[in-house]
């Protein structure tokens, strides 16, 4: 749900380098000279110095500006009740975590969002839902879309590569969630959008066309995940973004000892599922390696009983849940893909 002041699909996008010094001309161009600003905790100086410098020139005022080290549901309600009356929008900068927060704050307050992440680690930058954390587990709750989305490449590119490379996987998901949503549809009768099924598709097929680490690389792949989460705020679902792949990763954050970042376990567990599905795996194996995905588990790797555990774990009879892991005992099989297959022996100990 978005309210009158609130956006549904972003007005403004800016994908291009050196955007992060233009948000004050952003901003003041919009008419939000007193803004409230939410930051990733531990956020270079260096990137926080830049976008204040920005505001200051066009002479938009910051009335706060918090540090988001947690995505506790409860201290972002804290957040939310500290904000200043007179603040005009919420600008989230930074990562996953400080942007879920600031996008469910401005949502709670009616205030427009913008966004301006560092990194491309995901599509939470432009969805519709925060992932927040309620009694220790993750919990995906509804968020205002951002007004304005500005994504600086070079700003990107220079974040830990591994972030970019969970992006890849979390883009690629698109394709495994579009089947287990089908299975869905055939099981229960579950409703499916056209037009978001064809925006997730489109989405993947843009970033395919040039899967690498470089600037246009990464301009590709920003755009796919803007387009992916204007996919889930269309259908207002998930599920063209987000299946059983989704679900093993979150299990993974349960049942594992280290979980790694989201995108990866996300990037594994939708080469898994292609093959499951009989799907796109040579097409999902295909992008791993021309983008260098594979190489992310070079220094770190899996665990294979706690992969096994989640993907126990994930089969869900819920039928908004149900995937290709409900069908059937998909454990053994798993194991078996595991053990056998060269690309997956790379990223587990065994």
Not at 21 to 35: E, W
Not at 159 to 166: C, G, I, K, R, S
Request: proline share 5%.
């Amino acid at each position: 749900m978005n309210f009158p002041n609130q956006s549904a699909i972003p007005e403004l996008i800016r994908v291009k380098p050196g955007v992060l010094d233009l948000i004050g001309i952003y901003l003041k161009r919009a008419r939000f000279d007193r803004v409230v600003v939410l930051v990733s905790e531990g956020l270079p100086l260096s990137i926080v110095d830049r976008f204040k410098a920005s505001l200051e020139q066009e002479e938009v005022e910051i009335l706060q500006m918090k540090a988001v080290g947690s995505s506790e549901f409860g201290e972002s309600l804290r957040t939310f009740r500290e904000l200043p009356d007179a603040g005009l929008a919420v600008v989230g900068l930074g990562g996953a975590r400080a942007l879920d927060v600031a996008k469910y704050v401005a949502f709670l307050a009616r205030k427009p969002f913008f966004s301006v992440p560092t990194s491309i680690s995901c599509n939470r930058f432009c969805s519709p839902h925060s992932t927040l954390v309620i009694e220790r587990k993750n919990r995906m709750l509804s968020s205002a879309m951002p007004l304005g989305l500005v994504i600086d490449t070079d700003v990107c590119l220079a974040a830990p590569q591994e972030l970019w490379l969970a992006g890849v996987g979390e883009l690629m998901a698109n394709l495994t969630a579009l089947v287990d949503w089908k299975l869905a549809y055939y099981e229960f009768g579950i409703l499916m959008d056209d037009y978001a099924e064809m925006q997730a598709e489109a989405a993947v097929n843009q970033f395919v066309a040039d899967p690498h680490f470089t600037r246009s690389g990464t301009r590709l792949l920003a755009s796919s995940l803007i387009m992916s989460g204007i996919g889930m705020m269309v259908c207002g679902s998930a599920r063209p973004s987000s299946g059983s792949e989704h679900l093993i990763s979150h299990a993974l954050d349960s049942v594992s000892k280290k979980p790694m970042e989201h995108g990866l376990q996300v990037g594994v567990a939708t080469y898994i599922v292609s093959r499951l599905q009989g799907g796109e795996s040579e097409l999902i194996a295909a992008v791993f390696t021309k983008s260098g995905f594979w190489s992310a588990f070079s220094q770190q790797r899996f665990r294979l009983d706690e992969w096994l555990e989640a993907v126990r774990v994930a089969s869900s009879p819920r039928p908004e849940e149900f995937s290709v892991l409900s069908s059937r005992d998909c454990v053994p099989e798993v194991e078996a893909m595991i053990r056998e297959d060269a690309l997956l022996q790379s990223c587990f100990f065994h």
